[in-house]
């Protein structure tokens, strides 16, 4: 189970923006920093491999072929920018995203980059909007940019329009 070809398996970790760290000893087969934090791979003697369980999520997407976002350091500072704009957007509006209404997974979670939260401006800051809490919204990464900067009542027929389709499915 798990993975077949674990230097592939790395190789994608590293495309998804995690960073493969070398093993420091010889029963880890791989040690890796991601969005859910430090993840290590031990091998016994007898060729067991013991995986942590966010490890075994995140290879689920990819034998499956879904690309995750899962940058941990250098984007640090800005995803927790992100987790505190999200922690007071849900509160202020549920976790469903702004244009689509589905839920919108904590910036810490494991999705696919697709649907990464991410925090939008109602009017851009390139249109002179604040960057304050009572301009911004939850939408998902892939919503987000079909918006684009699109002016505040564009934003806002697209949403209607999204909305309906979801509800015509
Ligand atoms: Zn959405």
Not at 4 to 27: K, M, Q, Y
Not at 45 to 54: C, E
Not at 155 to 163: A, H, S
Request: glycine share 6%; with cysteine.
């Amino acid at each position: 189970m798990t993975v077949r070809d674990i230097d592939h398996f790395a190789n994608w970790l590293t495309d998804c923006g995690a960073e493969v760290l070398e093993p420091t000893s010889e029963w880890e087969i791989l040690r890796v920093r991601t969005s859910s934090g430090l993840l290590v791979v031990h091998q016994n003697r007898k060729g067991i491999q013991t995986w942590p369980s966010s490890l075994l999520d995140i290879a689920r997407s990819y034998n499956a072929g879904i690309k995750l976002a899962l940058a941990a350091t250098r984007r640090r500072r800005k995803a927790s920018k992100t987790y505190q704009d999200y922690g007071a957007l849900v509160r202020r509006d549920g976790n469903g995203c702004f244009f689509c209404s589905t839920i919108v997974a904590s910036p810490e979670s494991p999705v696919p980059s697709d649907f990464a939260c991410t925090v939008e401006h109602l009017v851009c800051i390139a249109h002179g909007g604040p960057d304050h809490l009572s301009n911004k919204f939850l939408a998902h990464r892939k919503c987000n940019e079909i918006a684009g900067n699109l002016s505040a009542p564009e934003k806002i027929k697209l949403r209607e329009r999204m909305r309906a389709e979801r509800c015509g499915q």
